[in-house]
């Protein structure tokens, strides 16, 4: 499975920005997604996950209540909405693969990563 994150960008706080994360190569449909962000200086944390086929999600404290997960099986495609942006939401972003149907929220649960999409949130 290769993934390809984007959607990034140079957002103010208190907007939003939609992520993608584009999967190719096996099937994709029974694969749990998560994601990931890394800021400067720290290490990478758990965001948010979604299982297959969509019908469980968790997040992160930081990001409840803003963030939403979801996935199109048929496009191969799983997205984060990211609302009520802050500017300690600044960070590079991953989506990452795992093989089952569970969602995981440790980065070491995971099989396949992207490569990571870079989200700066301005005060």
């Known amino acids: 499975v290769q993934l390809q994150a984007s959607g990034g960008g140079l957002v103010q706080a208190g907007g939003s920005l939609r992520l993608s994360c584009q999967a190719s190569g096996r099937t994709f449909s029974r694969y749990a997604m998560g994601w990931f962000r890394q800021a400067p200086g720290k290490e990478r944390e758990f965001v948010s996950s979604i299982a297959w086929p969509g019908s469980s999600t968790t997040y992160a404290d930081s990001v409840k209540g803003r963030f939403t997960i979801s996935r199109d099986v048929a496009r191969n495609t799983a997205y984060l909405q990211m609302n009520s942006l802050k500017p300690e939401d600044t960070a590079v972003y991953y989506c990452?693969?795992?093989?089952?149907?569970?969602?995981?929220?440790?980065?070491?649960?995971?099989?396949?990563w992207g490569q990571g999409t870079l989200v700066t949130v301005s005060s």
């Open positions: 990452a693969a795992r093989r089952g149907t569970d969602i995981g929220t440790s980065s070491y649960e995971y099989d396949y």
